[in-house]
């Protein structure tokens, strides 16, 4: 078996090459990625002398590149990750969401029609379900919901995912979706909320929190995802869409908290700041679908997660303190100084 990933010098992304060259001893796996802000070759430094991973550097929207590589290397699955991911740049510059979230969808979707591959899957996420009220901790996203966007960023995830059921029901492609809920664990890039404020509270710096920190986002560990990806893609059901996570729902301020506690920082360093424009409430995962027909369930609960996560940035500081001494200043000047 051959399969491409995209995006996998990213977070999600390398974890999932890391599970799937674990998990699959006769898979061979190339990854295809451009390299932007977030993505990291070294990242990748581990598996990089693998003989059964390739690392090949371009951009999914890039149609003679892709038809290239596709014509190559006869995939037999492809799982796209490739996207621009943070909210907050999508409310800055919407144009390059556009571009790469859709637009490299529908380049990949193309070349996996022609080529004939036998499974394309896309990497959703639950934002494309809009947000839930605070006081109705009854409510679910269930796979069914109608797709209602609040962010440039969760409008372009949307628009690839009806791409994507447009070509399955059109080509009769055979296309999956997984919808999963905000990810944490090694190798995120820091200006996510989590590594964000461990690597603040680590350097004693002020910890920004959006709002009233109230905002409820619900939290899986990193591998939990790869795992739900790896049964969806050999055992989901053509032309269906999996909803992942685990109810491991946080408020903002809970989980900041449960940083500083674990590293021994105290709460004077949570500075309250200008909420984000359009700010989603809550979300919160329906994981029945894909714990019923597939028998996935999250093995790391949040406490365990959390505890990993923040050992795994302070065992590898290099990997970090290199991202945040180059043009992540600029970024982070720009949006936390006046906020
Ligand atoms: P990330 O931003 O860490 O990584 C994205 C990767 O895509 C980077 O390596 C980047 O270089 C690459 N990339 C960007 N534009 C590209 C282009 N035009 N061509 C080729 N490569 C390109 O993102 P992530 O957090 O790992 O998210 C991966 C996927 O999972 C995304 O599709 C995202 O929407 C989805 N998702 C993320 C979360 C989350 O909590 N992080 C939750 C649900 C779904
Ligand atoms: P984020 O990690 O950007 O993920 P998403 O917006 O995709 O859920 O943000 C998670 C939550 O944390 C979200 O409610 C916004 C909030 N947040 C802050 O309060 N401060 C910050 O500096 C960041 C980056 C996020």
């Known amino acids: 078996m051959k399969v491409l990933v995209t995006g996998g010098a990213g977070f999600i992304g390398a974890n999932f090459v890391f599970y799937m060259l674990d998990k699959h001893p006769d898979y061979d796996i190339v990854c295809l990625d451009s390299l932007t802000y977030c993505g990291n070759l070294k990242t990748l430094d581990s598996v990089m002398d693998n003989p059964r991973f390739k690392f090949v550097k371009g951009d ?12 190559e290397e ?50 959703g996420t639950d934002e ?13 996203f269930t796979e069914d919901m109608p797709l209602t966007a609040s962010s440039p960023y969760s409008a372009s995830k949307a628009s690839a995912d009806l791409l994507a059921m447009a070509y399955h029901r059109t080509y009769d492609m055979p ?37 009233t920190g109230e905002n409820v986002r619900d939290w899986l560990y990193v591998e939990d995802h790869c795992k739900a990806i790896d049964m969806i893609i050999h055992n989901g059901k053509v032309g ?82 290199e991202i945040i001494s180059g043009e992540y200043q600029q970024y982070y000047e720009k949006m936390y100084s006046n906020r």
């Open 175 to 211: 296309v999956t979706i997984s919808r999963c809920s905000n990810n944490y664990g090694p190798y995120q890039f820091p200006e996510k909320l989590i590594p964000l404020m461990i690597k603040n509270a680590l350097a004693d710096e002020q910890l920004p929190v959006y709002g």
């Open 240 to 321: 269906e869409v999996y909803n992942i996570g685990g109810h491991n729902e946080r408020s903002n301020l809970d989980v900041v908290r449960t940083i500083l506690k674990q590293v021994g920082k105290p709460e004077s360093l949570i500075t309250f700041v200008g909420d984000r424009k359009g700010h989603d409430l809550r979300y919160a995962i329906d994981p029945t679908k894909i714990h019923n027909e597939l028998g996935w369930l999250p093995e790391t609960g949040f406490d365990e997660g959390i505890r990993r996560t923040i050992d795994w940035y302070l065992d590898n500081r290099q990997w970090w303190e």
């Open 128 to 140: 494309v379900y809009g947000d839930l009220p605070l006081d109705r901790p009854d409510l679910f």
């Open 60 to 71: 999914v929207t890039d149609r003679k590149l892709v038809f290239e590589l596709f014509e």
């Open 74 to 123: 006869k995939f037999n699955i492809v799982v796209n990750f490739a996207a621009e991911s943070h909210v907050d740049r999508s409310i800055e510059d919407p144009g390059v969401f556009l571009r790469t979230n859709i637009l490299g969808t529908q380049t990949l979707m193309d070349a996996a029609k022609e080529y004939g591959v036998e499974r394309y899957h896309q990497v």
